[in-house]
């Protein structure tokens, strides 16, 4: 969500031709080659290369911790290419273009294939890790207290060094007041004479052949301790928390053998399903920790079968092409005619016009959006009541996608303004005038000339501002939040975008489906992406007449 | 050279974030300065107010037992935020968070249970411990527990209303006085809000999930679309913009205290939060439970626990279920967290301390009586959508049993 929020659209973002047509500056290679080296480009090259050196470094340990030897591998490739390009003398414009061509694989490419390959698994609540993590927390999940056990105090100790040696439960029983000591070899009953018991806490505070450990000290080896586990007949002695144990039992346990998870209460089996990454019982039930599993194209034949996602599909894909094209047009509209309003010579005082409208632009629209909303409320809105009305604006249907497109053309038509200007004092005067010598009327000359100037510069700005628009996600969830929604559909909304349509979807009240949403927003760029390919091998056409 | 200036920008810029986020490990511990330990590290998630109310505790505990404790405010998408960073491992080692996150952090493997002696349950409020008691573990330490309740403006009605169409007379005769200009201030906006409106369906006879054999709520049986859930939302369409107009949808989240605090509604339908508000804008106030339908069933608000989660993947999880278990179950943090926000503590010890002081309190605990206990289990998050949505529909009018038999096979559909 980087790209500027009110802006329908977003300069920097808009893709400008001009580079391309020109290339890069035609810089005879041998003097190049034979430029000085100057002490600052030295320094510069050194300080970048080092800090090149210095993030491959920092990104290579955790690598290794995690054993990702692939990734290591092309973080090796990657840095040593980088500081071959930047130290030999050669391939000059491959020096221009590998930083570029880094960022855009790793902000642009990268996230286009790692949704790409969401979608075609399960990912989502539920099904978020591997399957041992699953089997960890079914397992973890299902330890219960044995009936009727003892709950003892606890002390951590070690026959060797605190920091490191191997760890003992001292344990004492509140009512029977015995001791006990306990290793992963098992419970055994120490001598009370040659431990000391605190009256107040019940806990083993002193014992002969063992270094006791202070709370400070136990809570840096806290993974030996979970992990010590101290095996009695009915169960196991595990710690809770520093000072207290417990005797307790797995009651579900993974059996390996026939890829399953027992119930040893009930005997009841759970089967692990590796098609939906699930452990599902004879009778269909499920246990609730899943793993993440590749579904193949299950997603999308959901999306394309599913009647609540693909019924109401095509509408909402109808609706997001008016909205786009309505922000927009609508915006392009205003802010063409005040620009043109301002740009006539005989108007006075522009400045003072020109900041007042650039006012829209220059709030936040977060806070912008959130206002209109409750400016369209029915009862206590300022709009009702400064005009006398009872429209019910996000009630229905086609009021809400009025008021949401109103609301845009607020938001927008300032930046439309602002470039309009721009472009219009581009436009030579004399163009026009000639046009008024040979006696064509404003309408004429404005339709003949200026229009088709203005285009060919905003063109592109046009396109980026629909693609902004197609996914605006915030003028929708702030506002109606896709609503309203017809009774017997709660899932879309009048008002809803594809986007924040899948928005709901990933992270709706229902619980995380990004499997699924994934899948939706594969869709949604193959629109985006057609519609602007479309769209700019049409600009280029018009170019081509006008230049 | 601009194109090599700007590739110098951007490698340096990422540099700096890359080095920034190294860093970011080794500034942690400035938290707490004093507790220059040998010992471990306890990282805790909360949400920001109550990370201000935490902190002294946290920094005590951390002090007493010579380890270092860290209190990390996570202001928004704090259940969210928890999951992913826990699936990361670079999660916290305790969460503090409403019980009816429980389902889905259990079935994410994101929490651990708790194992709470016999004599330490007893300590609590019975409502809390069962609210944080899912698939028959114990999951969470509760501190607080909250419900809706009747706030009304005790100068426009000094009587308490017996029943919903009590307060609807009352409400239009103070409309035709002019007094108010809305009857009853329950937040519904246009896609409803099926906390605010669960007192009325239970008095109109709905309900949600039947209750399973060991006592849980019961995902199979579900009770949105049943008959018993459409005869609920006939009464509630009574009340709707067709009919008496004391429902409307124009009453949202954002507008339903600030219209009770500007005197426009003499009724208001909210928790302990909103009367900190009440109180700023002067209001003389009193609380009550919710009132039922004449000849209807009781009015049952939800009840809401805030608890203390050991998280299953944390750096130290003995060291926080010490903290959870022997820390966290003392009256004065809970004291402490209540005067950082007025909710009722579930410790019973700390409940009568503050009991004394502020009486609201002893009012939203007993508007909360027959509360039912908010469900917990993953189904419940299939619920919210479509009950709200279908709430705000009959509201405005659409026909009750169309709507909410749609709503019910959503619903279903979405159940796993």
Redesign the interface.
Known sequence: MSAPVSGPGSAPQAPGREPVRRGLPRMSRTARQHAPITATGLV?KVV?LG??A??AI??AFPLIEAEHWLALGVLAVTTAGLFYLYLSRRHIPA??LV??TL?LIAFQVFPVLYTASTAFTNFG??H??SKD??I??VQ??????VPGST?YNLTIATTGDPATGSLTFLLSDPKSKEVFAGDADGLRKLDAADVEVSSLSGKITAADGYTLL??????????A??ALIVPTDDGAIR??????A?E?KAIRAYDAACDCVKDSETGKTWTADEDSGSFVAADGE?L???WKVGVGLKNFATVLTDR?ISGPFFGTLAWNFAFAIGSTGLTFLLGMAIALALHSPRMRGTNLYRMVLILPYAMPSFAMLLIWR?MF?????LLNNLFGLDV?W??GNWSARIAVVLVQLWLGYPYMFLVATGALQAIPRELTEATSVDGASPWQSFRAVTLPLLLVALSPLLIASFAFNFNNVNAILFT??G?????????NGATDLLITYTY?LA??????EFGLAATVSIFIFAIVATVSAISFRRTRKQEEVYS | MR??TA??V???G??LA??GC?DSGSDKPAADESAK????K?VIWADDKRTAALKPFAEEFGKE???TVEVQAVSKDLQ?NF?TAS?QGSGPDVVVGAHDWI??L????AI??V?L?AEQKAGFNETAIKAVTF???VYGVPYATENVALIRNTELAPEAPKTIEDLVATGKKLKAEKKA??ILCLQSG??GDAYHIYPLYTSGGGYLFGTAANGDYDPKDLGVGKPESIAAFQKIAKLGEKGEGAL?????G??SIA?FTGKKCAFLVSGPWAVADAKKANIAYDISPVPGFAGGKEAQPFVGVQAFYVA?KG?????A??????YVTKPELAVALYKAEPRPPALTAAFDQVKGEDADLAKFSEAGKNGQVLPAI?AM??I???FG??E???I?G??PA??IT??GK?IQ??I?
């Open positions: 510069v970048l800090l090149v210095g993030i920092w990104a020096k221009y930083p570029g960022f609540d539920g978020r890790g993590d699953a960890v927390a973890t999940a299902s330890v219960k207290q709950e202070n709370i400070g000290q136990a809570s840096s080896r806290s993974d301790i979970t710690s809770n928390g520093l000072t207290r417990y307790g499920r609730a920790q899943g609540n409750d409320n029915t009862d206590f809105g019910d996000f009630g109606t939040e609503g309203p929604f017809a009774p017997d559909n709660p899932t709901r992270f709706g009240a229902q619980g995380a | 194109i090599r590739g110098v951007a490698v340096l990422l540099a890359a080095s190294g330990a040998t010992g471990g306890l037992n010579g380890v969210t999951v699936q389902g889905n259990v079935q994410n493997g651990d249970p194992q002696p698939n028959g573990q200009s809305e246009q896609n409307k949808r124009s009453i949202t954002e507008n219209t299953a750096k130290n999880k003995a060291l279920q010490e903290f959870v278990t022997n993953p998050a299939a919210w959508d479509p949505k279908a705000a529909a009959i405005g659409a026909d169309k709507t749609a709503a959503t559909g979405q796993k």
